[in-house]
C-alpha cells in the first residue's frame, strides 16, 4: 500500500450519527500530516420487511443514504474539503463493508454511538466487528459528549 509502512488510505464507515461525523473530523486531522486519502463509506439496504410487490419505490432508500452521507462530509470536513473526501455508497451490511475494505485500506475509523449505563463494556455491533475481524488497524472514535460540558 502506498509509501513504504506509510498510511495512504484511510477508511471511515459513516451512518450520519454523531460519533460517525467525529470519525471523519479524526480521519480528517490525521490525513493531513499523513498525507492519506480518506474514503466514507456508507451502506445502505433495503428493510427486512420489503418484499417483491413492494420494490417499486427502491429508489427511495439509496438516494436518502448518499443524502446522509454527503450531508455528514460536508458537516465533518466542510463544503470547501469536501472533494478530498472520496464518497463510497455500498448496499448491504456495513459490517461486511467494512471488512472487505479494510482489505485495501490501512486505517479504518468506526464512530460508536455512547450506550448510556454500562460505559465502556457495550461497543456496538459494527464497531466491535471491526474491532474483530478488520485487516488493517482500526481506530474507534466515540461522540463527543455534549451533556458532560461543566
Not at 60 to 80: H, I, M, N, Q
Not at 95 to 106: G, V
Request: hydrophobic share 40%.
Amino acid at each position: 500500500m502506498g509509501h513504504g509502512s506509510g498510511i495512504a488510505k484511510i477508511i471511515v464507515g459513516v451512518d450520519g450519527s454523531e460519533a460517525s461525523i467525529e470519525a471523519l473530523k479524526q480521519a480528517k486531522s490525521l490525513s493531513g500530516p499523513l498525507g492519506a486519502e480518506i474514503e466514507a463509506m456508507g451502506c445502505w439496504d433495503y428493510p427486512r420487511m420489503y418484499d417483491r410487490y413492494l420494490m417499486m419505490d427502491i429508489g427511495g432508500f439509496k438516494e436518502s443514504a448518499e443524502k446522509v452521507l454527503d450531508e455528514a462530509v460536508t458537516r465533518a470536513v466542510g463544503p470547501e474539503s469536501f472533494d478530498s473526501v472520496r464518497i463510497t455508497l455500498v448496499q448491504g451490511d456495513p459490517r461486511s463493508a467494512l471488512i472487505e475494505a479494510s482489505k485495501n485500506a490501512d486505517m479504518l475509523i468506526v464512530g460508536r454511538r455512547g450506550m448510556g449505563g454500562l460505559k465502556g463494556l457495550l461497543v456496538g455491533s459494527v464497531s466491535s466487528a471491526a474491532i474483530a475481524q478488520s485487516e488493517c488497524p482500526v481506530l474507534v472514535v466515540r461522540a463527543p459528549e455534549e451533556d458532560k460540558k461543566s
